[in-house]
């Protein structure tokens, strides 16, 4: 008989009737301390010392740190993952009371399928620590439950999503599970309830101990001090919901208004091809894209491109085969190079069993755990997909007012992020006198850094505002001149000189890109200064084209930039 797994539980009419008479606020709902199991592999002396710094620094119980002996491998077989991980997972925490089975039945078909559930269960969250096995490998003499979809009757899977129906005994293995959690999408916390039927399993891992060490004191930082920057989309301009991967473009596209109403900056680009390398971008918050094999864009350069703090999303079916690789794929690359938080799939999942980014961002912004986040974004479980980060992260349970009132009084980029955060934030909501006033308040005094004046000439651009006529591309200058990466000062001079020639002032504007060819003549021609001085220039009569020396209107002429 061929059948689909996904029938198996009863999870969706079970919660449904049962969940809904039963919520706490998620305020009640903050701490999952006491409901963590940290699980690291004895055999790895360096996944035994990441576990208990991760656990002082989340003041996680001692008792809730276990160590397994296991492979070091990032694959393994059914056989291993049984012995080695889930089985003594399994004796422990029974051992502790903290799991609680009884003999019951789900649905399977036409028949009742015997399995122990659990009716208690005290652990939510489940940490894999750096050196535990990754994925399973597909075994062929299992057949099980063979599914009714032959692309998905395979018992391979992440070791992650195996683990997350820790609750159940006598489950088949072949295909995936419905998320228990996900069913119920609307805005709730993870609570008892869920946890008879799954746990929240993530990982911290990636390609060095160096590494997963950062990512717990970023995350960390950025949940005090709540995460900032900017947001990039990389969408394929996919926009007939009849074609095959439609959804993928539309989880991007329908969280650009969620994240532009809490006034992030936030480019979404629509052209097949992922971005180019040569995008001067810095202090990268968010950012979400597909459809590469390996790892490019502006986030592989040698320099710093993400915030501290940040989360990273590259929708591919491999993006997550391996994290010990600062090279392969995109998840290993990604914390390489400095993310906090990514997800992927370590085999092919199937576009429609991948995380939803806009769900995802949603839970986030609403001030949820990353945990959290990240399975209500996804639909199947014992399946693919991993989510690599401190399940603990709240990157924006932080209020902006709070994150900005407790910055230190001095020049703060993070800080003056957060200002022009709030105003982008008031002029989506058609205050314009709020923007305005907060965009003046964040370059008023010494302290105000380049992001300010960045900021204040994007929101100053708006005709809402109708500024004086140099107004917006004075303060690119500004911002041009507080810059001390060279991507910035890029960036920012490539802007001011933009503005200058909308304005009418082509000798401003070619006068900040020759300084910038001067400075910086090989990241300049990277990041295509060149290009847009000849643009300037071929669009001005020969008279306007003299560059010697700057126009007469400008109060306060650009130096050269300080060193790095």
Same mark, same amino acid.
């Given at each position: 008989m061929t059948m689909d797994r996904s029938t198996i539980l009863l999870v969706a009419t079970f919660l449904v009737t049962v969940v809904l008479s039963s919520r706490t606020s998620h305020a009640e709902q903050n701490s999952f301390r006491g409901h963590v199991l940290v699980v690291f592999n004895s055999s790895n002396s360096e996944s035994d010392t990441l576990a208990h710094y991760y656990g002082e620094k989340r003041h996680i119980p001692m008792d809730h740190i276990l160590g397994?002996? #296991?492979?070091? %491998?990032?694959?393994?077989?059914?056989?291993?993952? @049984?012995?080695?991980?889930?089985?003594?997972?399994? =004796? /422990?925490?029974?051992? %502790?009371?903290?799991?609680?089975?009884?003999? !019951?039945?789900?649905?399977? !078909?036409? $028949? $009742?399928?015997?399995?122990? *559930? *659990?009716?208690?269960?005290?652990? /939510?969250i489940m940490v894999l620590m750096y050196g535990m096995p990754l994925k399973i490998a597909n075994d062929p003499k299992i057949n099980d439950t063979p599914v009714s979809n032959a692309a998905l009757n395979s018992n391979a899977a992440s070791v992650d999503s195996e683990l997350t129906l820790l609750p159940y005994q006598g489950l088949p293995v072949t !295909?995936?599970?419905?998320?228990? /959690?996900q069913l119920l999408s609307y805005n709730r916390p993870f609570d008892s309830l869920d946890a008879k039927h799954m746990i929240m399993v993530t990982r911290l891992d990636g390609p060095t101990t160096d590494d997963v060490r950062r990512m717990i004191d970023d995350s960390i930082y950025a949940e005090r001090s709540r995460l900032a920057g900017n947001v990039y989309l990389d969408a394929r301009g996919i926009t007939d919901d009849s074609q095959k991967y439609y959804q993928g473009d539309r989880w991007l596209r329908d969280s650009v208004k969620t994240l532009r109403a809490v006034g992030f900056h936030t480019e979404i680009d629509e052209n097949t091809e992922v971005f180019p390398d040569s995008l001067p971008w810095t202090n990268v918050a968010l950012y979400a894209g597909w459809f590469a094999g390996s790892a490019t864009g502006p986030f592989m350069r040698e320099s710093r491109t993400f915030s501290r703090g940040a989360i990273a999303y590259h929708i591919h079916d491999l993006s997550a085969s391996t994290l010990r690789s600062a090279t392969s794929n995109w998840c290993g690359p990604l914390i390489s190079k400095g993310? =906090? *938080?990514?997800?992927?799939a370590v085999y092919e999942p199937y576009l429609d069993y991948m995380p939803q980014w806009d769900v995802f961002i949603d839970r986030l912004l609403h001030g949820y755990t990353f945990a959290e986040a990240s399975y209500a974004s996804t639909k199947a479980l014992s399946w693919m997909t991993v989510f690599v980060g401190d399940p603990l992260y709240s990157p924006f349970e932080t209020s902006i007012d709070e994150a900005i009132a407790s910055s230190p009084d001095k020049p703060s980029v993070r800080?003056? /992020?957060?200002?022009?955060?709030? *105003?982008? =934030?008031?002029?989506? @909501?058609?205050?314009?006198?709020?923007?305005? @006033?907060?965009?003046?308040?964040?370059?008023?005094? $010494?302290? =105000? #850094?380049?992001?300010?004046?960045? !900021?204040?000439?994007?929101?100053?651009?708006?005709p809402r505002l109708e500024p004086p006529n140099s107004t917006v591309a004075k303060a690119y200058e500004n911002a041009y001149n507080l810059s001390v990466n060279v991507e910035d000062q890029i960036r920012t001079g490539m802007e001011a000189a933009t503005a200058y020639q909308a304005r009418f002032r082509p000798q401003d504007s070619q006068r900040i890109l020759h300084m910038l060819l001067s400075r910086y003549t090989n990241q300049s021609i990277y990041y295509g200064v060149d290009k847009l001085l000849k643009q300037i220039q071929n669009s001005q009569p020969s008279s306007a084209q003299q560059t010697e020396s700057p126009s007469s209107g400008v109060d306060n002429p650009a130096v050269p930039p300080p060193t790095k």
């Open positions: 397994v002996r #296991t492979s070091d %491998k990032e694959e393994i077989s059914r056989d291993e993952f @049984n012995d080695q991980i889930r089985d003594p997972i399994d =004796a /422990y925490v029974v051992s %502790k009371g903290w799991i609680q089975r009884e003999p !019951g039945h789900s649905p399977f !078909g036409d $028949q $009742q399928l015997p399995v122990l *559930a *659990a009716r208690h269960n005290e652990i /939510y !295909g995936w599970l419905p998320n228990p /959690y993310v =906090a *938080a990514t997800m992927g800080k003056d /992020y957060l200002l022009i955060q709030r *105003a982008r =934030a008031a002029l989506i @909501n058609d205050d314009s006198g709020e923007a305005k @006033n907060l965009v003046e308040k964040a370059v008023a005094g $010494q302290n =105000a #850094t380049f992001v300010a004046w960045e !900021g204040y000439a994007e929101i100053m651009s708006d």
